[in-house]
């Protein structure tokens, strides 16, 4: 059994309640059983027992995570613990004064993701009117003087606009700017017809986002992350399962990633029911992928192994039905071929399918 | 490479603790961390935007003796970090 190694960063989704519905949104779709949220109680003893197993990090997320009227108290709890707090947000349910209380709390980071920056096709993806307040909630950010990080999923509606996103973050004066492709799990899966971009429209998107980089340097830091369909090479999906981040989710379920509960033939368990740290340490559904033992070919003898841990589980899962297979993403699977369909597929139908916009997880 | 002349210090985003696993000195800011060994903690640790990068670099010779790639270990260490926006005090020509 492979040991198991000490997390240093919690993502804490306190809810997956969210005033959007975007069509590329990374909640589950179906969950086994709908339970209630974790209470404050809850949520601070999972606090302290993920700093006490090493966690330094915390990102509040969701759902938004805006909407839980005690997050004032649980940041509060993790910047007691000495833990470095991100708010991962919409932006679009916050006030000015709240960002103040929050960031007396000690709330050390604010992370917020914008659609787009025509506000026509932000509502097309959000399903609401988003822009506006977006822009309101980053601008309190700076003028509280935190940093801040702006966050958009790209897709094929968008990703011509990088030099947009950029110039938008530069004005905003964040200090971070993610492009981040959308990874086709969760309700991208069910929308992917509409959302996956050419090959030639993502690399002219990667060249502008490295000239930025370039210029930007010590000033902005911009993340572009590269799409696993186009890459031909699986993506180090959490920088590997179980290893360095551990997620619970808004019912108390402890996973290795936020989709990993969508994955059938495992089982995890709640922090309601079990310590953080035995959950992380010992439970079947955290070993399941931890270390290289549950590897097949062409993974268990690839150079690259140890680099993208045969890429993401879900993703195995959710187009083999084989959590254990290798990352169709990758060129070496034998199955690469059910990826290279979904891209040119989408390649060749350039009109939008109906999009399917996020709901609240139900109960499969 | 970071000027000599440049007095740095930490930006207001990142944030320095200790990490009660190891005993080494992390380096937090948003959504990221880096692990410092003792010489890096050591660096940052003289990095109060009052002394210039020459000053720190004869700081650490008089404590630990002097070495041919000192200056170059340190502005390179201190660049790294400048290219990540975690210093402030480094836009010196």
């Given amino acids: ?10 993502v804490a989704e306190l809810t997956y309640r969210c005033p959007l519905r975007c069509v590329y949104c990374s909640n589950p779709v179906r969950v086994d059983r709908v339970r209630p949220e974790l209470d404050t109680a809850a949520w601070r003893k999972v606090l302290r027992e993920a700093a006490a197993l090493g966690v330094v990090q915390v990102n509040l997320s969701g759902g938004e995570p805006l909407l839980r009227e005690d997050l004032e108290e649980l940041v509060a709890e993790a910047s007691a613990l000495d833990l470095y707090t991100n708010l991962i947000t919409s932006g679009v349910p916050l006030e000015r004064e709240r960002l103040a209380e929050l960031a007396r709390r000690g709330l050390a980071a604010v992370q917020v993701s914008f659609q787009d920056v025509r506000a026509d096709e932000a509502r097309r993806i959000a399903g609401v009117e988003t822009l506006e307040r977006k822009l309101q909630a980053a601008a309190w950010v700076r003028e509280l003087d935190l940093p801040l990080t702006v966050n958009v999923v790209l897709h094929r509606a968008n990703v011509e606009r990088v030099p947009d996103f950029v110039a938008l973050a530069e004005r905003l004066g964040a200090e971070r700017l993610e492009l981040a492709n959308t990874t086709y799990l969760g309700w991208a899966l069910e929308n992917r017809g509409s959302l996956v971009p050419s090959r030639a429209a993502i690399e002219v998107a990667r060249a502008a986002a490295r000239a930025a ?9 911009v993340l572009f992350v590269l799409p696993d369909y186009h890459t031909d090479l699986p993506r180090p999906c959490m920088g590997g399962w179980a290893r360095s ?3 619970v989710a808004p019912d108390g379920l402890a996973l290795p990633c936020h989709q990993a509960r969508t994955i059938a033939s495992l089982s995890f368990e709640s922090v309601a029911d079990r310590p953080l740290a035995e959950i992380w340490n010992d439970s ?4 399941a992928f931890r270390g290289e033992a549950w590897m097949q070919e062409p993974c268990r003898s690839c150079e690259r192994r140890a680099i993208d841990f045969g890429g993401c589980r879900c993703q195995a899962f959710h187009l083999l039905g084989d959590a254990a297979a290798t990352d169709p993403a990758c060129r070496l699977s034998p199955r690469h071929g059910v990826v290279l369909a979904a891209r040119d597929g989408a390649e060749r139908s350039a009109a939008a399918v109906d999009l399917v916009y996020r709901r609240a997880p ?3 | 490479m970071i000027s000599l002349d440049a007095r740095p210090r930490l930006a207001p985003k990142a944030r320095l603790r200790k990490d009660e696993k190891t005993g080494e000195t992390l380096l937090l800011y948003p959504e ?5 060994n003792a010489t890096g903690a050591e660096i940052l640790s003289l990095c109060d935007g009052e ?3 020459r000053e720190i670099i004869a700081a650490l010779a008089e404590r630990h003796g002097e070495h041919a790639s000192l200056a170059d270990d340190v502005r390179e260490f201190l660049t790294k970090l400048a290219d990540r926006n975690l210093l402030r005090g480094t836009d010196v020509p």
């Fill in chain 1, 1 to 10: 059994m492979t040991p198991a190694p000490r997390p240093y960063t919690l």
């Fill in chain 1, 213 to 221: 980089a370039e210029r930007l340097r010590g000033r902005m830091e």
């Fill in chain 1, 245 to 247: 981040i551990v997620v």
């Fill in chain 1, 284 to 287: 079947a559904g955290f070993r």
């Fill in chain 1, 362 to 364: 139900a109960a499969t």
């Fill in chain 2, 32 to 36: 990221r961390g880096l692990s410092l």
């Fill in chain 2, 51 to 53: 002394r210039c990068v």
